[in-house]
């Protein structure tokens, strides 16, 4: 907001930026994350497609979609890079009884992303508030992975491997109850109060978006009005996913993901002006972003 304060921010182009790891000339596909995507819901099937899109952009070595099982036949058409597992549902989205395959596949994974077009659907909710407490790998959690949790941000705490949250502003206040605003400092507060209560890296998203794991918050200065538009989060999951598998910090990999899906946007909008911006070109623009960060 014009004559608000500015904050000091470490976030900007140095070294205190993390980098992305460089590769090993004998790598394999292993080596840069198994991830297991968990969304969709009838009407939304596109989220966890683009979740998983930007995550191969991001450089993830293998990715598994899980979703509601009337989804698969069209669905899974459209993403022929993943591999899939067709969930139990009840029109269009997920049931209780998704419960035992979803354990069993989160320990085949390195990293999950829960959450990209998921739903609200009692059974939905249900599911989601037995499982993520109990999921034992890296978890990014969004959209309706955290409108699960609307109210009880607490029982998210006890998981005992890294968890990052991506919230815009609705989803915090369903949280938290809280109501972030646009000026930098209450956004600053609000993330990490979120932080300590769900015992997680909290990504609020927004105009200079604040990450914040409670005691050390950053603002992200890449990113423009371009970006606001339908699946900007969801690539922003895909890409955080991908790389809290290869950066070992999960307050390293929510900076170094925020910091490429907003430089992927300040590059679509150079290339095809602000206006018009879309999920897909931030996509594309991911590998490019990340260049500039790979450990020379």
């Excluded at 198994?34 to 596109?46: A, E, K, P, Q, Y």
Aim: aromatic letters at 4%.
């Amino acid at each position: 907001m014009a004559g608000a304060p500015a904050l000091p921010s470490d976030f900007e182009e140095s070294s205190v930026l993390p980098t992305l790891p460089r590769r090993r000339a004998t790598a394999h596909k292993a080596d840069f994350g198994r991830l297991l995507i968990v969304g969709g819901s009838l009407g939304m099937h596109g989220a966890p497609l683009l979740a998983a899109a930007a995550a191969f952009r991001s450089g993830a070595g293998l990715v598994t979609i899980a979703l509601p099982r009337s989804l698969y036949a069209v669905a899974g058409a459209a993403e022929l890079r993943a591999t899939w597992l067709p969930l139990p549902d009840h029109d269009g989205q997920l049931e209780p009884q998704a419960l035992a395959p979803l354990l069993a596949a989160a320990k085949a994974a390195d990293v999950l992303a829960v959450g990209p077009g998921l739903g609200r659907s009692a059974g939905t909710v249900a599911l989601l508030r037995e499982w993520v407490p109990r999921i034992d790998r890296p978890l990014v959690l969004d959209a309706d992975g955290l409108n699960a949790f609307a109210g009880a941000p607490a029982h998210i705490a006890g998981r005992r491997k890294a968890t990052i949250l991506t919230p815009h502003a609705g989803e915090l206040r369903r949280l938290t109850g809280q109501e972030p605003g646009d000026d930098d400092e209450p956004r600053r507060v609000a993330a990490v109060d979120l932080a300590m209560r769900a015992a997680a890296t909290v990504i609020l998203k927004g105009h200079r978006s604040v990450v914040s794991n409670g005691l050390v918050s950053h603002f992200n200065p890449t990113g423009n009005p371009g970006m606001a538009t339908a699946g900007s989060g969801d690539v922003l999951t895909g890409c955080v996913a991908a790389l809290l598998a290869v950066v070992p910090d999960e307050l390293a990999a929510a900076r170094l993901g925020t910091w490429a899906h907003g430089r992927a946007g300040d590059l679509a909008a150079a290339r095809i002006g602000p206006t018009g911006v879309t999920a897909t070109d931030l996509i594309a623009e991911l590998p490019a972003a990340l260049a500039e960060r790979s450990a020379s």
